[in-house]
């Protein structure tokens, strides 16, 4: 099992920057990829980033230059942050950490982030 425990979340003015972090902890050595989703209000849970084990990072389109992902390796956990600068209105959501390993997801309990404009 892997337990993941967010924050960073708040409220912050359109054009504005939060950084969400993901602590990871369990069965790390098994994690072969960590991810950021989000979910907006009536909408469906959507990818925003991911960063593998080799550090390779992928991007939903609608974050590209503006999210940034980073990855940090301790003994016992694993920590990967979202930087969110330039942020939009449309960015509000309940950002959630996924972690894969073979033949298993983890998933976070959430973080709000609401940007006002």
């Known amino acids: 099992q892997v337990q993941l425990v967010e924050s960073g979340g708040g409220l912050v003015q359109a054009g504005g920057s939060l950084r969400l972090s993901c602590a990871a902890s369990g069965r790390i050595s098994n994690i072969n990829a960590m991810a950021w989703y989000r979910q907006a209000p009536g909408k469906q849970r959507e990818f925003v980033a991911v960063?593998?084990?080799?550090?390779?990072?992928?991007?939903a389109d609608s974050v590209k230059g503006r999210f940034t992902i980073s990855r940090d390796n301790a003994e016992n956990t694993v920590t990967v942050d979202l930087q969110m600068n330039s942020l939009k209105p449309e960015d509000t959501a309940v950002y959630y950490c996924?972690?894969?390993?073979?033949?298993?997801?983890?998933w976070g309990q959430g973080t709000l982030v609401t940007v006002s404009s």
């Open positions: 960063i593998f084990t080799n550090m390779r990072t992928n991007y």
């Open positions: 996924k972690a894969a390993s073979t033949g298993n997801a983890f």
